[in-house]
């Protein structure tokens, strides 16, 4: 069964230093990919997304993340962290013939530490 | 601005009452969706519409019911054969060519009494 997995519940990094949330993605063909930002009782925010060519994507707010069909990940990245990152972020497949089947994953808190 | 607004923010409802929550967009988006989110997962699909007039069961639509009399507007309502209803509602839309991506409006936290 297609599924995401974000393993990471829960992680908290220093202001400055850098992140990497992991995603890994369970399909046949090379899904539609998304990342999204969760702000606490808000609706979720675009962040970047892939579809095809270049395999690293850039973002919005320095986000960035990179597409690896060998071990079926989409991590997204920042290399320096600001406290108003804290939030919950959610790496999203879909399939490429129905918006419908885009399937969320159960997300990843990110802390910063002061 | 154009967005995406979902009322109320808040709602309280006793068991076995029908509930409706309100879902408007301005983006000119032709579809419409509605998920419910539950702490610790990730989001799940109640129902979405791609046109006027019609719309879809999502994987988990049991106890819910939409319309879509008008592009703006995906009204969900939440019924009293919803066993568990107690959640956070999210309503999204998106152009027909979805791959820009979902916007999302700032949700509705459901308390079932």
């Known amino acids: 069964a297609q599924s995401v997995t974000q393993p990471d519940i829960h992680i908290t990094v220093s202001e400055g230093a850098s992140l990497e949330l992991r995603c890994n993605y369970s399909?046949?063909?090379?899904?539609?990919l998304f990342w999204y930002v969760q702000s606490p009782g808000q609706g979720l925010q675009l962040l970047l997304k892939?579809?095809?060519?270049?395999?690293l994507v850039q973002g919005i707010k320095g986000f960035e993340a990179e597409f690896k069909r060998s071990q079926s990940s989409f991590n997204l990245r920042k290399p320096s962290v600001h406290w108003s990152d804290a939030a919950e972020y959610f790496c999203?497949?879909?399939?490429?013939?129905?918006?419908?089947?885009?399937?969320f994953g159960s997300g990843t808190r990110l802390s910063i530490r002061p | 601005d154009g967005g995406i607004t979902q009322s109320p923010k808040y709602l309280f409802r006793k068991e076995g009452q029908n509930v409706t929550l309100s879902c408007e967009q301005n983006?000119?988006?032709?579809?419409m969706y509605w998920y419910r989110q539950d702490p610790g997962q990730g989001l799940r699909l109640i129902y979405y519409?791609?046109?006027?007039?019609?719309?879809q069961k999502g994987d988990i639509a049991e106890g819910y019911s939409v319309s879509r009399e008008k592009k703006e507007s995906f009204p969900l309502t939440v019924t009293s054969a919803q066993k568990n209803p107690t959640a956070f509602y999210l309503c999204?839309?998106?152009?027909?060519?979805?791959?820009?991506?979902?916007?999302f409006g700032p949700g509705t936290r459901l308390t079932v009494l």
């Open positions: 983006l000119n988006h032709d579809a």
């Open positions: 399909y046949g063909a090379t899904p539609y």
């Open positions: 999204a839309s998106s152009m027909g060519d979805w791959e820009q991506g979902q916007f």
């Open positions: 519409s791609q046109i006027v007039n019609d719309f």
């Open positions: 892939y579809f095809s060519g270049d395999t």
């Open positions: 999203a497949v879909a399939l490429y013939s129905s918006a419908s089947k885009i399937i």
